[in-house]
Every structure is written in C-alpha cells, then in structure tokens.
C-alpha cells in the first residue's frame, strides 16, 4: 500500500508560478507510475500530467501543455508538478496518484492511490 501526501498549494496571481511536491510512504515508491490530477468545483476530476516509473517519459493534458512539467525523484519518493504560468481557469483541487498498473495513470480508473490533494487557488 502506497500513501502519498501532497504539498505546495496556495494562492498566486495569474501568471505566477508554483510547485507542488507529492511524498509517498513505503518502499516501493519507483515501482508505480505517478499522475496529477485537478478538480475545480463542480467539474470532473481531469488528468494533468504523469510519469512513468523511470522518469523518463512524461505526459501532460492537453490544457495544460507546455506550462506544467512533472517530475519524480525516487531516492526521495517524490514526484513533482511545476506551474508555470498560471491561469484562473487552473484554480482547482489537484491531487497525486500511484497507478494500479505499469503505465501511467491517465484516467480514473488506472489510478491504485490517492492522496488528499492541495489547493491551488489563482486570482485574476
């Protein structure tokens, strides 16, 4: 079992930046792919980006390409989401997730673990 703890939210103007950091308990933290995901009020939860157990591919949604970077570093059991130029549109809960199996976690049903998320809230 995986339990993973995010951090990092807060509020920030539009066109800022934050970093979000996601910590897992247990041994086997390289052993899962990871994902982010975001739900802002009255939306469905969305996949923002994930990583595979290397690190070496990355994969991000479409609305938030080329602003967010994911990254992980498993001597650390952390995975990372960077935000770069932040929109309005992106205030939301925004949650880590170990997948259930070998590849990314990219929707609901793939994901194994959750945690509680962290909100990230940006003003206009």
């Known amino acids: 079992q995986v339990q993973l703890v995010e951090s990092g939210g807060g509020l920030v103007q539009a066109g800022g930046s934050l970093r979000l950091s996601c910590v897992a308990s247990?041994?086997?933290?390289?052993?899962?792919?990871m994902g982010w995901f975001r739900q802002a009020p009255g939306k469905e939860r969305e996949f923002v980006a994930g990583?595979?157990?290397?690190?070496?591919?990355?994969l991000n949604g479409d609305s938030v390409k080329g602003r967010f970077t994911i990254s992980r570093d498993n001597a650390k059991n952390a995975v990372y989401l960077q935000l770069n130029s932040l929109k309005p549109e992106d205030t939301a809960v925004y949650y880590c997730?170990?997948?259930?199996?070998?590849?990314?976690?990219?929707?609901?049903?793939?994901?194994?673990?959750w945690g509680k998320g962290t909100l990230v809230t940006v003003s206009s």
């Open positions: 997730a170990a997948g259930g199996g070998a590849g990314i976690p990219t929707t609901y049903s793939r994901v194994g673990y």
């Open positions: 247990g041994r086997t933290f390289s052993s899962y792919a």
């Open positions: 990583i595979t157990r290397s690190g070496i591919t990355t």
